[in-house]
C-alpha cells in the first residue's frame, strides 16, 4: 500500500510543483529501485509487509512501465522523422534553431548586434500604430530582422490607391484590413516570429494596456489625435517612442524617450496644428519612395536601441527632403513643463 502511495504522491506532487517530466519519472525509477530492494532476500520481511506488494509484482510493473516508454519513444522518434519540424518551429527562447541561425548569420557577424543583440531581438516586443505607409517598410524590417513579437494596430482597409506606397500590402488583398494583409506578409517573409494584429483605431481605452504589453512603439500614423496620445501614455509608462512623418516631399523622424533624458514628441512640438492646417498624404501627395526611407529608418532605430548598438536618435530630429536629396539633423531638448513629460527628465 505505501508503495503505490508513493507513486501518487511523486506524481501528485509533480504536477503540482510543475517538475519536468522527466525528473518526476526519474523519481518513479528511484522509488521502484527502493521497492524491489525492500522485497530483495536479504532484507527483513517486515519491511517488504511495510511497503507492500511483493518482489514480483513491483518487478512486472517496473517491466510494464519500461515497455510502454520504449514504446513511447519509438513512437515520437518516428513522428520526428515523417514530420520535419515546421517552417514556424521556433527553438525554445533565448536559444535559436539552425535554420535561424543561418537566417540571422548576417546580423550576427556584426560586432555591434551579435549572438547576443539578435537574441535581444527574438525576446522584444514591438507595437507599431499604422500599418500605412511607414508601417509598411517598419513591419517588413522589423519582422524581417527578428523581432520576436510584432503587434500592429491600424483599423483600415487596403485600397488601390495605398499600393503606390504601402508595400506591405498587395493587390489581391484589397478590402481586406490592413492589420491581417500586414500579418501576412510578414509572416510569409518570417514564419519564426509572432505577429498580433489589432483590427481597431488606437484610442483613450485601449492605448494604456496595449502599451505596457510592450517595450517600444513605432508611431507611423499621419493622425494628429493618435500621435498626441501615443506620446503620452509612452511617456507616462516610460518606453521610449520612435515617432516618423512624412509628406509629399519631406519626412522626420526622431526617438522619444524622457524616461532616458531625451525629449516626448511634444516637447518638440508642443503646439497641435489646427485641423487642416497640415496636409495629410491623401489630401497633398507623397513621393512613393519617400515612406520607404523614412520607415526603414523607423526599423534601424528601433533595431539600434533593442540591440543597444550606436547612437540612437534619442535629442535629435532628423528631417529628410528628399526632393533635393538633402538630410539636416537638429538637436532637440525636453521642454520644461511639458504637459506630457514634465520636461524634467
Ligand atoms: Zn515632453
Request: charged letters at 20%.
Amino acid at each position: 500500500m505505501i508503495g503505490l502511495l508513493g507513486f501518487l504522491v511523486l506524481f501528485g506532487a509533480g504536477r503540482w510543483l510543475g517538475w519536468a517530466a522527466r525528473w518526476v519519472w526519474l523519481a518513479a525509477w528511484g522509488w521502484l529501485l527502493v521497492l524491489l530492494l525492500a522485497h530483495a532476500p536479504y532484507m527483513p520481511p517486515e519491511l517488504g509487509a511495510f511497503v507492500g506488494g511483493d518482489l514480483r509484482g513491483w518487478f512486472l510493473l517496473g517491466a510494464l512501465a519500461a515497455v510502454i516508454m520504449v514504446y513511447r519513444a519509438g513512437l515520437s522518434r518516428l513522428r520526428r522523422r515523417v514530420a520535419p519540424p515546421a517552417a514556424g518551429a521556433a527553438a525554445r527562447p533565448g536559444t535559436f534553431s539552425a535554420v535561424e541561425r543561418e537566417r540571422y548569420a548576417r546580423h550576427i557577424l556584426l560586432r555591434e548586434i551579435g549572438g547576443p543583440g539578435q537574441k535581444s531581438l527574438k525576446s522584444a516586443r514591438v507595437l507599431v500604430v499604422g500599418a500605412g505607409g511607414l508601417g509598411s517598410p517598419a513591419l517588413l524590417y522589423l519582422a524581417a530582422s527578428g523581432v520576436g513579437v510584432i503587434g500592429v494596430i491600424d483599423d483600415d482597409v487596403v485600397e488601390g490607391s495605398n499600393l503606390q506606397r504601402q508595400i506591405i500590402h498587395a493587390d489581391a488583398r484589397i478590402g481586406m484590413p490592413k492589420v491581417f494583409s500586414a500579418e501576412i506578409a510578414m509572416k510569409a517573409l518570417n514564419p519564426f516570429i509572432e505577429v498580433r494584429p489589432y483590427r481597431r483605431r488606437l484610442d483613450e481605452s485601449v492605448v494604456a494596456d496595449l502599451v505596457a504589453d510592450y517595450d517600444l512603439v513605432l508611431d507611423g500614423t499621419d493622425n494628429f489625435d493618435t500621435r498626441y496620445l501615443v506620446n503620452r501614455v509612452c511617456a507616462a509608462a516610460g518606453k521610449p517612442l520612435i515617432a516618423a512623418a512624412i509628406t509629399q516631399w519631406e519626412g522626420q523622424i526622431s526617438v522619444y524617450d524622457p524616461a532616458r533624458g531625451g525629449p516626448c514628441f511634444e516637447c518638440v512640438f508642443p503646439q497641435r496644428p489646427a485641423p487642416g492646417m497640415v496636409p495629410t498624404c491623401a489630401e497633398a501627395g507623397v513621393a512613393a519612395p519617400l515612406p520607404g526611407v523614412i520607415g526603414a529608418m523607423m526599423a534601424m532605430e528601433a533595431i539600434k536601441l533593442l540591440t543597444g548598438a550606436g547612437e540612437g536618435l534619442r535629442g535629435r530630429l532628423v528631417i529628410h527632403d528628399a526632393l533635393y536629396a538633402e538630410t539636416r539633423v537638429i538637436g532637440v531638448k525636453p521642454r520644461a513643463g511639458c504637459a506630457a513629460c514634465g520636461g524634467g527628465g
